[in-house]
């Protein structure tokens, strides 16, 4: 199973981007798949996840109204569409794949894409 993460970017504060993550090796059309950011020097926090169907979405505080997480099972893929990027969002970027027991556990992990946002 691979995740394979890419969009990531240099972009000026109050612009925007679009993530990917494709999934191979099998398919998580039934799962639950979300995303994560780590700045440095901090740890890795939870940023949205999505349920397996796209109804279902959720968002952490801070990028709320901002962020908007989608999928296309057919493809395999999960997107996160960054507007209004702040200084703030600098991280990098991880997607991850079949919740266990919670939206904030995975057991898989893509390799990351590293977005910087300037001032």
């Known amino acids: 199973v691979q995740l394979q993460a890419s969009g990531g970017g240099l972009v000026q504060a109050g612009g925007s981007l679009r993530l990917s993550c494709a999934a191979s090796g099998r398919t998580f059309s039934n799962d639950h798949m979300g995303w994560f950011r780590q700045a440095p020097g901090k740890e890795r926090e939870f940023v949205a996840a999505?349920?397996?169907?796209?109804?279902?979405?959720y968002y952490a505080d801070s990028v709320k109204g901002r962020f908007t997480i989608s999928r296309d099972n057919a493809k395999n893929t999960v997107y996160l569409q960054m507007n209004s990027l702040k200084p703030e969002d600098t991280a990098v970027y991880y997607c991850?794949?079949?919740?266990?027991?919670?939206?904030?556990?995975?057991?898989?992990w893509g390799q990351g894409t590293l977005v910087t946002v300037s001032s």
């Open positions: 991850a794949a079949e919740a266990r027991g919670s939206i904030y556990e995975y057991i898989h």
């Open positions: 999505i349920n397996w169907s796209g109804v279902r979405k």
